[in-house]
């Protein structure tokens, strides 16, 4: 059985930093794209980071670019999202996305696995 499971949220101060992880079990991700979205409540899921197979191509919304940082480590099937200077538009639950295809993807149809999430909360 697939799994994906996030871990690393919690609540943090405007402009400060955490770490998501995405742990994949059940299958081997090596040749995977993988994504991050966000979902706050009230909103819609959004696009918030992918990574192709490699790690070496990768994408971002540009309300996250030049603060987040998606990577990946293959042999332990799991990818990561640093996110630094936190704003308080940033809270909402982070999901973890897993496709069967290895090319970065934007769109969250594309994705066949998904994890649970973990909540992001930012105090002003």
């Known amino acids: 059985q697939v799994q994906l499971v996030e871990s690393g949220g919690g609540l943090v101060q405007a402009g400060g930093s955490l770490r998501l992880s995405c742990a994949a079990s059940?299958?081997?991700?090596?040749?995977?794209?993988m994504g991050w979205f966000r979902q706050a409540p009230g909103k819609e899921r959004e696009f918030v980071a992918t990574?192709?197979?490699?790690?070496?191509?990768?994408y971002y919304a540009d309300s996250v670019k030049g603060r987040f940082t998606i990577s990946r480590d293959n042999p332990k099937n799991t990818v990561y999202l640093q996110m630094n200077s936190l704003k308080p538009e940033d809270a909402a639950v982070y999901l973890c996305a897993a496709s069967i295809l290895p090319n970065a993807r934007v769109s969250s149809p594309s994705y066949d696995y998904w994890g649970q999430g973990t909540q992001v909360t930012v105090s002003s």
């Open positions: 059940g299958r081997t991700f090596g040749n995977s794209a």
């Open positions: 990574i192709d197979w490699s790690g070496s191509s990768t």
